[in-house]
């Protein structure tokens, strides 16, 4: 199973399981305020290692729109494929929310597509 390091605190997942999902479950209030829909970018996180190479429509025209693509990348559009390591931009903690946001889904809504990142450069 790949293994997720966030915050200095390392799980195995099974590989189907979302990123922003993960990250939660091992205690990080990461923001997800629209519900895991790649609509907010609250769940924007950096990599630090184990970066995947391919990405949603929906979280490629989401980073394009709010001007922050190849800086962040969104954890409700990922799933945990591989060893990564991870640190989550936006936390209850440091912007003062009450809660995170409403509950994603298990599986990655809309749009459960990946294509090569290389694909949306052109």
Same mark, same amino acid.
């Given at each position: ?5 966030? !915050? *200095? ?14 990250? /939660? ?5 990461? *923001?997800?305020?629209? !519900? *895991?829909? @790649? $609509?907010?970018?609250?769940? $924007? %996180? ?6 995947? +190479?391919?990405?949603?429509?929906? /979280?490629? @025209?989401?980073?394009? /729109? ?6 962040? $990348? ?7 494929? @591989? +060893?990564?390591? %991870? ?12 809660? @995170? *946001? !409403? ?7 809309? /749009? ?8 949306? +450069?052109?």
């Amino acid at each position: 199973m790949p293994k997720l390091t966030v !915050g *200095g605190q390392t799980a195995e997942w099974p590989a189907d399981t979302r990123l922003v999902k993960a990250i /939660e479950e091992m205690g990080v209030h990461i *923001g997800h305020r629209c !519900g *895991g829909n @790649a $609509r907010c970018t609250t769940c $924007r %996180v950096t990599f630090t290692a184990g970066e995947p +190479d391919t990405m949603t429509t929906a /979280e490629h @025209a989401k980073l394009v /729109e709010r001007e922050i693509y190849g800086q962040y $990348r969104l954890s409700c559009q990922l799933c945990v494929s @591989a +060893d990564m390591e %991870v640190e989550p931009i936006m936390t209850v903690e440091n912007q003062g929310w009450t809660d @995170a *946001g !409403g509950p994603p889904d298990d599986a990655v809504q809309p /749009e459960a597509t990946w294509f090569p990142k290389s694909s949306f +450069d052109k």
